[in-house]
């Protein structure tokens, strides 16, 4: 079978964060909003009324173009995008065609160990449109649609990435990286199932080694990051058993069916619109002044790559000294990486404490990550907060809590709220740590187990193991089992003499 290699470019969708949308006052956060509550004549595309052109998705914009490496152009301007579609108020859409705000950048993504530099084309700015809702009348059995106009004007930011991808896994690691930036940035929540971080993926095949690209297929209709690779997963593997069959592409756009984990055909290249863009009458030119880019430019914050470096430097650098897989996992999202370093805060500042970052990392990953996800919830809305983990890490670090007692105390944490002193109380957690009546428990498994204890003076090593686990069975876990240990060979070694 021939080798083929896939060639994939992204399309981004991102709404952003401003207060009020793109070209009228009207609030931009609609998304709790009753339908039709959050419009104006402008956004509403009524006659007679004037676009004004929102500053700060323009710094917005900016800034994101300036963290993707981008040109920032000086000059720049709107065009009209013309369509006609019952979400569309005017009739056409506010867009920028041929002059966008920022060019010819880059994104770096790493993927099984390898580092690689994708390219981005561009990103502009444009309009979000209304939402349709699609109903079936009970009584007549007809169709109709809704129209909320809410969604209408919404500041929508589009990165064009160049076709540099060679895999889904890439696609999707660029599809974090380039989220992660922008909630960074605060520029944009880049939520795929709440629908403000939106991606089609073209994709195409060519032999190995072939440097022309391929037919392209566009893929649309993918509300979350795992469904983006498996809808180019699945592109991939069409095409190549079509091209193993002799079979040509055709130039098409195909939408992503999640229940059935398919592709299907929504129109050919002969339906392809042609959106007669010209330059938008109602607004002037855009001058953007390179003293204002360069004071943005001052402002970036310290963005997910340099984080991540940082949270494996060494502490004297002011790092943590993590491993890769840590410092990745913790800096994905600004709020993820901020929790850990007020937990490891926290925790420095009660008791001390050896390895604080990484044990504040592997609670962090693997515990509370479970409930989360479970919860499928993200770590803003975290009922235990970085001091309630400290907290419990204090419990851990000083033996009033065992391993098995903190997991079951952070459960309760979790779903309670309560900090973890409050919940140890409540449960009777607490280890046993009184060598006293640990010693009385080690004699009473002693005198339960005769034949274990004749296994033992017998030469049988691990049968003092297996009282151990009496013992700790007996206590229901709460007894330090280093204790326990010390007092079952302390006993046992009595009955040798
Ligand atoms: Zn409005």
Not at 142 to 165: A, H, I, K, Q, T
Not at 376 to 393: E, F, K, T, Y
């Amino acid at each position: 079978m021939p080798d083929y290699e896939p060639v994939i470019g992204l399309e981004v969708h991102a709404q952003l964060r401003t207060r009020s949308k793109m070209f009228c006052s009207c609030p931009a956060d609609y998304q709790a909003a009753p339908p039709n509550t959050r419009v104006c004549p402008v956004c509403l595309g009524l006659p007679g009324t004037l676009p004004v052109i929102n500053r700060e998705a323009i710094r917005s914009i900016v800034m994101t173009g300036l963290a993707l490496h981008c040109e920032i152009a000086q000059e720049t301007k709107f065009d009209r995008k013309n369509y006609a579609y019952p979400d569309l108020m005017k009739g056409y859409q506010i867009s920028q065609y041929d002059l966008p705000i920022c060019h010819d950048g880059y994104l770096e993504i790493e993927v099984n160990g390898e580092r690689r530099r994708i390219g981005i084309e561009r990103v502009h700015m444009e309009e979000d449109v209304a939402k349709l809702f699609h109903r079936v009348d009970p009584a007549t059995g007809e169709g109709y649609s809704l129209v909320d106009v809410n969604r209408s004007g919404v500041p929508l930011m589009e990165m064009v990435g160049r076709p540099d991808l060679r895999s889904a896994e890439e696609a999707r690691a660029y599809l974090v990286a380039y989220r992660s930036i922008l909630q960074y940035l605060g520029v944009a929540t880049g939520s795929m199932e709440e629908g403000s971080f939106r991606c089609d993926a073209n994709v195409s095949l060519r032999l190995r080694g072939e440097s022309a690209l391929g037919t392209k297929v566009e893929v649309k209709n993918m509300n979350s990051f795992r469904a983006v690779y498996r809808a180019i997963e699945f592109e991939i593997e069409r095409q190549s058993e079509m091209l193993d069959k002799g079979e040509r592409i055709s130039m098409e756009t195909r939408g992503w069916v999640e229940e059935k984990g398919i592709t299907v055909s929504l129109r050919s290249k002969e339906e392809a619109n042609d959106y007669r863009y010209f330059p938008e009458p109602d607004l002037p030119p855009l001058h953007v002044e390179p003293a204002w880019v360069a004071e943005l430019e001052e402002l970036l914050p310290e963005l997910p790559e340099a984080r991540r470096a940082r949270f494996m430097a060494a502490e004297d650098a002011n790092g943590y000294g993590l491993s890769e897989y840590d410092a990745s996992g913790l800096t994905d999202s600004p709020a993820l990486a901020d929790y850990f370093e007020e937990a490891v805060g926290a925790v420095r500042e009660g008791h001390g404490g050896d390895e604080a970052p990484k044990r504040v990392a592997n609670w962090m990953l693997s515990e509370l990550a479970s409930h989360l996800n479970a919860a499928n919830a993200g770590i803003d809305d975290s009922p235990v907060r970085p001091s309630d983990l400290a907290g419990l890490l204090a419990l851990l670090e000083s033996g009033t809590l065992g391993t098995t007692q903190a997991k079951a105390a952070l459960e309760a944490m979790y779903e309670s709220g309560k900090p973890a002193a409050q919940v140890v109380e409540e449960l009777g957690l607490a280890q046993v740590t009184d060598s006293g009546e640990i010693a009385g428990a080690v004699a009473q498994a002693i005198a339960e187990n005769p034949s274990a204890v004749a296994d033992f003076l017998g030469g049988k090593e691990t049968a003092a193991k297996f009282l151990v686990g009496q013992v700790m069975k007996a206590t229901r876990g709460k007894a330090n089992p280093g204790i326990v240990a010390g007092l079952v060979a302390e006993q046992l070694g009595a009955l040798k003499q």
